[in-house]
């Protein structure tokens, strides 16, 4: 017999995502604006703040703050744009998420549980792999700095994996858009530290004006010094119990059945079936005609400021800002702009739908680019460089406090690392790969080329929008199967 395996176990019908598509929900109208604020108070948000401060930090480590120092130490614009291609590691972090969702890391003591082993591993090395970055020179051994940045990013994707498994797993459907920003608060606090904290610390401990490769070594120590933050948080949580995974008896039922059917190399073939097979058509199965339209949202909406991305610091650099000034400005009216945009993200897809605040972030995110065309004709302007980090940050908090509910929406819990894996993975393939580019572009077109061509290219998102709005609106999710 087929062994009893529900088909979407442990999916809330209750999801922000359908209520969010009803134009005149009664439940959206029941939300008060004290109801929305007070949810920070719980500990399960602030759980997630530490968290998410783990998860944000390693980036910007490997991107914006690489940047600046490999173009401070003479390497060319073209290779730096080539370096970004690190972050393909989470544009493909999908790959081994059924790996991290089904397994725990051998030889951990099984208190542990599955996630705390993987994040506890991860964290660790992150943090080992930071220090060692630190102590390599660019102008000796580019290769060998590549690939220290290809192994952060690799156990950065796979904390990553984990966490967004954790958010997803810690709390009830009502709790995601607090937790998510929360985790978005945390996120960026991280990256505030690991972008102007770690230029303040270089500057600090070298120079603010000539590069001294003493003063990026303890900037890159410290920072791997900081993710104590997350292995602190992970020895204390406790591990999320979650109803519908697949559980070892289950596989083993579906391994027999599979060997009395004469299937070749039957285990394998059930683990790859409740692993890969079933997170997948339970997605499509779930969202049927909608399903492509949610998957070509996903892989472009951050296209825009991802692009844009990954040239600032460098494009800061040609205006001769000090690394000082940047990192003055970026923590404060950065950090301020920062927890302003998470917050209040949280708080308008919690009062107005997650759909609404989508399209409001995907706006946001475009038409920020254009500022920096106007600092680019500006020239060197501490007033406007405060301006457009300032808009800059609060667009990209209100946008990624909407996204991430959005698609933990879509999210079974039964397969949370491996769906949620999916989908932050498709968000970044897409916008990483062409982000690549980036040096040459600038190289060719100039800087304000560059920032225009980002904004434009961020505009279909908000046609993707609407368009996901209606078809979820006319085919809505299939709830009858849920438990």
């Not at 010094?225 to 008896?249: D, F, H, N, Q, Y």
């Not at 692993?275 to 892989?299: C, K």
């Not at 040609?318 to 970026?330: P, Q, V, W």
């Not at 708080?347 to 680019?369: E, M």
């Amino acid at each position: 017999m087929k062994p009893q395996q529900p088909d979407h176990p442990s999916r809330n019908q209750d999801s922000p995502l359908v209520v969010s598509t009803r134009t005149a929900s009664k439940d959206s109208r029941r939300v008060g604006w004290l109801d929305s604020l007070m949810v920070y108070a719980n500990r399960k948000v602030l759980i997630m703040l530490a968290l998410g401060f783990s998860s944000g930090l390693p980036i910007l480590l490997v991107f914006g703050t690489l940047s600046f120092w490999l173009a401070e130490a003479g390497v060319s614009k073209a290779s730096i744009g080539y370096f970004s291609w690190v972050g393909l590691a989470y544009g493909f972090k999908w790959a081994w998420a059924p790996l991290v969702d089904r397994f725990a890391v051998p030889f951990f003591p099984k208190r542990f549980g599955r996630r705390r082993s993987w994040l506890i591993t991860t964290q660790i090395t992150i943090g080992l792999a930071l220090a060692t970055l630190g102590h390599l020179d660019p102008t000796l051994s580019l290769s060998n700095i590549a690939l220290c940045a290809v192994v952060i990013a690799f156990a950065s994707a796979t904390q990553d994996i984990v966490i967004d498994a954790f958010r997803i797993e810690l709390g009830e459907e009502r709790l995601q858009a607090a937790l998510a920003a929360s985790y978005q608060t945390g996120y960026r606090i991280a990256m505030i530290l690991a972008g102007a904290g770690a230029l303040w610390i270089a500057a600090y401990a070298g120079s603010d004006d000539v590069y001294m490769i003493e003063g990026w070594r303890v900037a890159y120590t410290s920072m791997g010094l900081c993710m104590i933050v997350g292995i602190i948080t992970t020895l204390v949580v406790k591990e999320p119990s979650v109803a519908g995974r697949v559980t070892a008896e289950e596989e083993l039922a579906l391994y027999r059945q599979y060997q009395a059917q004469g299937i070749r190399l039957p285990r394998i073939a059930a683990f790859l079936q409740n692993a890969i097979v079933r997170p997948f058509s339970d997605f499509f199965t779930t969202y049927g005609t909608p399903a492509l339209a949610i998957l070509l949202l996903i892989a472009t909406y951050r296209i825009s400021d991802v692009v844009m991305g990954v040239m600032a610091n460098v494009f800061y650099e040609s205006l001769s800002y000090s690394k000082t000034e940047i990192a003055n400005i970026s923590k404060v009216f950065g950090l301020i702009m920062t927890l302003l945009g998470a917050g209040l993200g949280g708080i308008l897809v919690n009062k107005f739908g997650t759909i609404k605040i989508l399209a409001l972030g995907a706006l946001l995110s475009a038409a920020t680019n254009v500022l920096f065309v106007v600092l680019a004709k500006t020239g060197y302007d501490m007033n406007m460089l405060k301006l457009v980090i300032s808009a800059d940050n609060l667009s990209a908090g209100i946008a990624t406090a909407a996204f991430i509910t959005f698609m933990s929406s879509l999210t079974n819990k039964a397969f949370s690392a491996t769906q949620y894996a999916a989908f932050s993975s498709m968000m970044l393939l897409l916008p990483k790969f062409i982000a690549g580019f980036s040096g040459q572009f600038v190289e060719h077109f100039g800087f304000e080329a560059f920032f225009y061509t980002s904004a434009l290219i961020g505009m279909p998102v908000l046609f993707l929008v609407y368009l996901v709005a209606y078809l979820l609106k006319r085919y809505p999710p299939d709830t009858r199967h849920k438990l």
